[in-house]
């Protein structure tokens, strides 16, 4: 069952939520191996160091089930109608709750909203490591296509347009 979040505009207040945020599991004890999720590792430390509130081209929102920070999301407003979503974070105790694609969906919508209205399209990206599958399906469902003409050996670009009813 799909649990549907309540979305807000991250604030100053919310350093300490984010700080605390954690989307994978813990590093082995072990620190010669590898983490099994660096995808995620990456993410949960780059959202960690978000300094809200953001202003300029960053939006930066949180997902709540009820009391609980559930996701982040992250959009950049590059230029025109480009945008990219550098982060879709999801909390580790939320694996399994259907709730990745409303994040992603969020993401689409978050871009839409910053997007001038006088603009007819836009176009978002999102690079997704070649290893994250959950990612990978949660972008697909929401429409988003893989760019085969990228060639970084960890990353895979991912590209959606979204069109507008101009009136």
Sequence with gaps: MSVRLKWRT?????????QSFTCTVDRPRNWREPH????????????????PPVHGRRSVDLGF????????VVVDH??????HI???????DRRGAATGTGIVDHAIDLAAARASPDLDHI???ANIHRRNSASRQCFERA???????????SFEQWL??????VV
């Design 10 to 18: 991250a604030r100053k207040g919310d350093r300490r939520l984010l």
């Design 36 to 51: 099994p999720r660096p995808w995620e590792l990456q993410v949960q430390s780059w959202v960690r160091e978000l300094k």
């Design 65 to 72: 089930a009820g009391p609980e920070l559930a996701a982040v």
């Design 78 to 83: 590059v230029e025109e109608e480009f945008f």
């Design 86 to 92: 550098p982060a879709v974070a999801r909390a580790l």
């Design 123 to 125: 176009i978002l990206s």
């Design 143 to 153: 429409g988003f296509t893989r760019d085969i003409g990228m060639t970084d050996p």
């Design 160 to 165: 959606l347009r979204v069109e507008f009813d």
